[in-house]
């Protein structure tokens, strides 16, 4: 079993600037890619950012520029610098990795998510 942990969502200011964090943890080989989502009331769970094992990343057009998605491999963790934060930025985000198990399969993630709120 595999858990994902999310930390440092929270209120800020539009403007501001927030730092989540994603840890992974359990009976983990490798993770593979590495995402963060976002699900704002009434709307579908969009894809923020993305990056692979090798570093290699993929964003939403709508926060490039503004939002840095990094890894580090040897704690299994996955960050999102969030910069210029805006109002349309509010939603609940989500950790994704998809995860090679010891039992050797390979299996797809959540974390339980994180509310980011840009209101001033």
């Known amino acids: 079993q595999v858990q994902l942990v999310e930390s440092g969502g929270g209120l800020v200011q539009p403007g501001g600037s927030l730092r989540l964090s994603c840890a992974a943890s359990g009976s983990i080989v490798s993770i593979n890619a590495m995402g963060w989502y976002r699900q704002a009331p009434g709307k579908q769970r969009e894809l923020v950012a993305a990056?692979?094992?090798?570093?290699?990343?993929n964003y939403a057009g709508s926060v490039k520029g503004r939002f840095t998605i990094s890894r580090d491999n040897a704690k299994n963790t996955v960050y999102l610098h969030m910069n210029s934060l805006k109002p349309e930025d509010t939603a609940v985000y989500y950790c994704?990795?998809?995860?090679?198990?010891?039992?050797?399969?390979?299996?797809?993630?959540w974390g339980q998510g994180t509310q980011v709120t840009v209101s001033s």
């Open positions: 990056i692979t094992s090798g570093g290699n990343t």
């Open positions: 994704n990795a998809g995860v090679l198990l010891t039992s050797g399969r390979l299996w797809n993630y």
